[in-house]
């Protein structure tokens, strides 16, 4: 046996996730554990190599702001579990939207996104992105034609959320796809509610971002982020529409992304701009000790899941038969069309996150949060333990009225991110903190 033969695909994804990517043992001590490589910078063998890695010519590690060896371990397990060809590990989920965003826009151009998204990503867009004149378009993804619409000569892009919070309407990822791929403009996808339980790959989208401090990482320890590239998206088809990745880039001697991914071997232009242009400058690198965090994470993901989407599903069917709860919002509950895209695109499962609103309104549902004794009060989602929170007046207190509403926050709603505790005890403080509104 080669202790250091990679195990070759198709694996199990719940073996992927312990024997993904290329790291078998570590090659100076036959570690089985992915080492932690707190290293700035590694030493060059010659100053021709230095060069020609320094211009990503070849792939070799320099500096761990552009690429480390723990991180490069996540980021591969990582882009084989969500069907990609290679995925970037950056410092956070906003800076994945982030990088994934600035990797195709400039001055005076616009995306068109989802109304439904995670309350951050919304303020990023509208306020962060007009600081560099670039425009971005909220629509109603209930009718994907929407997007279309939007869309000009300048659009660069689509972003939405599989299951986007609170709402936990989801997204038609095939249908705006679809709309966007003969004009030359990729979806990318946050699929950070939905890790697993859905591929977003596998229905047209190009690109998958992460917030990886949620349920890959899974434990509330650490924040962390994720560009997974597809691969699948004919960026050299569209040099109009897509010129950052077309056009020479004068930082590495006036080749495109495009002819650099040619010349490394393989579909990863986008991915290659995302690290060599847009970390590499901005820094919002992921730091080693995180990712092995991460992979810790990734190694029990299937599993908690199994766990976390079981209760979720025991939590919302008990909401929903309480007198003291008006209306309970659950993918599985759902009925009509948006039963339709929760069947097909949560195909391993309809994720652990419950809205629900008390009869009593806006002060039952404070009432009902101050009252729980095991439940968090927190502003965070897929930890191992369950939280609740009140997102009209937290999460999503940034928005307009009108954004609220678009996004499904009620003065009512009580978001739920159900945990893997037994679930018995879960219900036992949900019940309690019922009885006291
Ligand atoms: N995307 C979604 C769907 C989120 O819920 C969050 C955080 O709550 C983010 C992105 C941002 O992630 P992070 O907090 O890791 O920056």
Do not use: C
Request: no cysteine.
């Amino acid at each position: 046996m080669n202790a250091n033969a990679p195990i070759k695909p198709p694996l199990a994804i719940d073996t992927l996730v312990l024997h993904g990517g290329t790291f078998r043992t570590d090659p100076a001590t036959s570690a089985v554990a992915v080492p932690i490589y707190q290293t700035t910078s590694f030493a060059f063998e010659s100053t021709e190599k230095a060069k020609r890695i320094s211009r990503f010519e070849e792939i070799a590690y320099t500096y761990s702001r552009v690429a480390n060896p723990t991180v490069d371990a996540f980021e591969q397990r990582l882009a084989q579990l969500e069907g990609g060809v290679a995925a970037l590990g950056v410092a956070s989920g906003q800076a994945a939207t982030a990088v994934a965003v600035l990797a195709l826009v400039q001055a005076g151009d616009n995306i068109v996104a989802s109304q439904g998204l995670y309350g951050g990503t919304v303020n990023f867009f509208r306020e962060r992105l007009k600081q560099f004149g670039i425009e971005a378009r909220f629509v109603d993804s209930t009718d994907p034609e929407n997007f279309r619409r939007a869309t000009d000569g300048r659009t660069r892009l689509y972003f939405g959320e599989t299951l986007p919070n609170p709402k936990l309407t989801v997204f038609p990822i095939r249908e705006v796809a679809d709309i966007g791929r003969p004009l030359g403009i990729p979806l990318i996808i946050d699929n950070t509610a939905s890790p697993l339980a859905a591929k977003p790959l596998d229905h047209g989208a190009a690109i998958v971002v992460y917030s990886a401090t949620k349920y890959i990482g899974g434990h509330g320890t650490t924040i962390g982020g994720a560009i997974v590239d597809g691969g699948n998206f004919p960026w050299a088809d569209f040099p109009e529409r897509q010129p950052l990745i077309n056009n020479p880039d004068p930082a590495y001697d006036n080749r495109s992304y495009v002819e650099l991914a040619a010349a490394l071997g393989g579909p990863i232009a986008y991915v290659v701009r995302a690290r060599a242009a847009i970390v590499r400058d901005l820094g919002p690198s992921l730091s080693p000790q995180n990712a092995f965090q991460l992979i810790q994470g990734l190694e029990t993901l299937p599993l908690r899941l199994e766990r976390h989407f079981s209760n979720a599903r025991t939590v919302a069917e008990f909401l929903s038969r309480h007198p003291k709860v008006a209306r309970v919002i659950f993918p599985g509950l759902q009925t009509g069309e948006d039963k339709r895209r929760a069947d097909t695109y949560l195909s391993g499962g309809y994720g652990a996150l419950i809205g629900f609103e008390p009869t009593g309104g806006e002060q039952s549902a404070l009432a009902f949060i101050d009252n729980l004794k095991l439940v968090y009060h927190l502003a965070n989602i897929g930890d191992a333990r369950t939280l609740a929170i009140h997102p009209f007046s937290t999460t999503h207190g940034q928005l307009s009225e009108a954004e609220k509403a678009a996004a499904g926050v009620t003065p009512a709603f009580v978001r739920l991110s159900i945990g893997i505790e037994n679930p018995v005890d879960i219900i036992a403080d949900i019940e309690q903190a019922l009885a006291r509104v």
